[in-house]
């Protein structure tokens, strides 16, 4: 757990974002005393009350705090699993980043989908990145990677790299006979075609052989140049902040696409259960009784407060949704672009003059 200041600043930002989005979330849509006034002294208690303010804002600061680092671990867990069955009804995988598919494509742009590992659904080539062949030309493959990932490439593979017409050939040399794979996925198997599974999705092992390989060595490559940057002071502070503001906004992604979620699905039963009392109530107003026919007036003007209410609030949890998937995709870019560009300067000649001096 990293407790520097930062870090302890963002659990609380995303704790009290949570328990207050689902706090406003039920003062809003749930609450129909709060339809005519909003005390937002509310929450934090009153000095004539049982709970002063101090000891409300205490507890409400714990509760931010863990309910912040439940928030940040689970989201952490869920983005590095594939998107199940059971989500896609939700539309989850309009939020889902796989992080290792956004890795591979810096390397190798147009490897996989755009953020997840699947086979891209038009027939566009993939190719090196700037970044690949930086790394490349200062021998960052064959001096990381071994005869288990790189196979028969193992002394070469850097140059293959370099040279855009014997890259193609390799790959294409690697589809035509899997059986030459690298021993480290040698045991898994491969399919050219793209077969879909019951749920529409592909898997990592019915990509070609190609794209399996150039996605697992960019993995491959991605932690040992991690491992080997975090052995330095300054990269890894300069590091670590850019994957503190990375789980910042993939936790301030999560929270909002789960409070969207609550929403529209409590909130649009809500709307509904409170439509169904309304009919209820005009087939009794049949009799034009006075105290039902107010009756009758004020559920209707409830009706529409909640629903502009409803409205508004998914709104705006879509938007902030949108807007930090966005942001979340732009970090995760700049922070792997980030590694492997202060690794191909290590491995360079002049990173090793540098490094002789430190």
Not at 36 to 41: D, E, M, Q, Y
Not at 198 to 215: C, I, K, N, V
Not at 281 to 295: D, M, P, S
Request: charged share 20%; glycine share 6%.
């Amino acid at each position: 757990m990293n407790t520097s200041l930062e870090s302890v600043g963002a659990t609380l930002v995303i704790g009290a974002y949570t328990v207050l989005g689902v706090w406003l979330l039920y003062h809003f849509l749930l609450n129909y005393g709060t339809y005519r006034k909003f005390h937002i002294a509310a929450i934090l208690g009153s000095s004539g009350g049982d709970m002063s303010r101090s000891t409300a804002g205490m507890l409400f600061i714990g509760l931010s705090f863990a309910v912040g680092m439940i928030a940040e671990d689970f989201s952490d867990t869920l983005f590095r699993q594939k998107v199940s069955d059971k989500l896609h009804w939700i539309g989850y995988e309009r939020v889902y980043v796989d992080e290792t598919a956004l890795r591979a494509n810096v390397l190798f742009p147009h490897l996989l989908q755009e953020f997840q590992i699947r086979a891209p659904r038009t027939a566009q080539p993939y190719n090196r990145s700037a970044i690949t062949v930086d790394l490349a030309r200062n021998g960052a493959f064959c001096k990381t990677l071994d005869v288990q990932y790189l196979g028969q490439w193992n002394t070469c593979f850097d140059a293959v790299l370099l040279d855009d017409a014997r890259f193609k050939a390799a790959m294409a040399e690697l589809d035509a006979h899997p059986e030459r794979m690298p021993p480290a996925y040698a045991s898994k198997s491969f399919r050219s075609a793209r077969p879909e599974t019951s749920a529409g999705h592909l898997d990592t092992g019915e990509l070609s052989p190609s794209r399996q390989f150039l996605y697992n060595i960019s993995q491959q490559l991605y932690y040992q140049a991690k491992n080997c940057i975090y052995l330095l002071d300054k990269p890894y502070t300069e590091l670590e902040r850019l994957h503190l503001r990375l789980d910042f906004v993939r936790s301030l992604l999560f929270v909002s696409y789960w409070l969207l979620v609550l929403v529209i699905g409590i909130g649009g039963a809500y709307l509904l259960a409170s439509l169904l009392h309304l009919a209820w109530v005009w087939r009794r107003a049949a009799g034009n009784a006075t105290e039902t026919e107010a009756r009758h007036i004020e559920l209707a003007l409830l009706a529409r407060v909640y629903l502009v209410r409803l409205v508004f609030t998914i709104v705006v949890l879509l938007a902030l949704t949108t807007m930090s998937k966005a942001v979340y995709i732009h970090e995760n870019q700049q922070y792997h672009l980030r590694v492997f560009g202060i690794y191909g300067t290590i491995r360079s000649e002049f990173g090793q003059e540098i490094l002789k001096t430190l």
